[in-house]
């Protein structure tokens, strides 16, 4: 199946600093890849959704300009948390479309856990 | 608005059989996912079903009404290893999914 990584599994940071995770599609191009939070025992939130080559769309109450999102090729997107903050630690995970498969599954990223202290 | 509903929380014994039920209000339909996330974990595949009836593979079966808005995720031969959140997903007509929150299955010896 296909296979998407997130890179940093985790990390802690301190209160202020900007943290990037980046997410690839290994075995398959993603025009269109998920970035999700998802906060203890919640379910998963739709943060944006990335389209290759073009602006990422904000879900209502997401900061564009806190989360950055660039998609800048078909295996790759990168979320900048920018300014990191404690209520900002949660589990990250992205997903990615495979416009191939035989439908429209989202396959997951392993996620990132992020710390700010 | 768009709403998915499904049980906060199940416990069941291992070796039976349980069913952790799903309905759905959304804007237009393309298809129902079941995902199983363990604890700390990315949620991974479980199913799809975009036309009513039952989709069985191995251990785990989901039916789909659509006309009832009603899915349902079956697991048979319960393992401990089965603990995990079950997620009920929905496509909606702009092919994005809507979540559910998720059950939370607890499995005992």
């Known amino acids: 199946g296909a296979v998407v990584s997130q890179h940093p599994s985790w990390v802690i940071c301190k209160s202020g600093t900007s943290v990037k995770i980046e997410c690839r599609s290994l075995d398959f191009q993603a025009t269109t890849m998920f970035w999700y939070r998802q906060f203890p025992k919640q379910s998963l939130m739709l943060m944006a959704t990335?389209?290759?080559?073009?602006?990422?769309?904000?879900e209502q109450g997401v900061e564009k300009d806190k989360f950055l999102i660039n998609h800048a090729s078909l295996t790759l997107s990168t979320l900048t948390v920018t300014s990191a903050h404690p209520e900002d630690s949660s589990f990250y995970i992205c997903?990615?479309?495979?416009?191939?498969?035989?439908?429209?599954?989202?396959?997951f990223g392993p996620g990132t856990r992020l710390t700010v202290l | 608005g768009q709403n998915i509903d499904q049980p906060t929380e199940m416990t069941a014994t291992e070796g039976a059989i349980v069913q952790i039920n799903c309905t759905y209000q959304?804007?237009?339909?393309?298809?129902l996912f079941w995902y199983q996330q363990h604890a700390g974990e990315a949620p991974t595949f479980l199913s799809y079903n975009v036309l009513d009836g039952l989709e069985e593979k191995g251990r785990f079966s989901s039916f789909l009404s659509r006309s009832k808005g009603y899915s349902y995720l079956l697991l048979k031969e319960l393992q401990m290893k089965d603990s995990a959140s079950y997620l009920c997903a929905v496509l909606d007509s702009n092919y994005q999914l809507i979540w559910g929150a998720g059950t939370k299955l607890i499995i005992k010896p």
């Open positions: 959304t804007s237009g339909f393309n298809g």
């Open positions: 990335s389209n290759e080559g073009s602006k990422a769309t904000y």
């Open positions: 997903s990615a479309r495979d416009q191939l498969a035989d439908y429209n599954e989202q396959f």
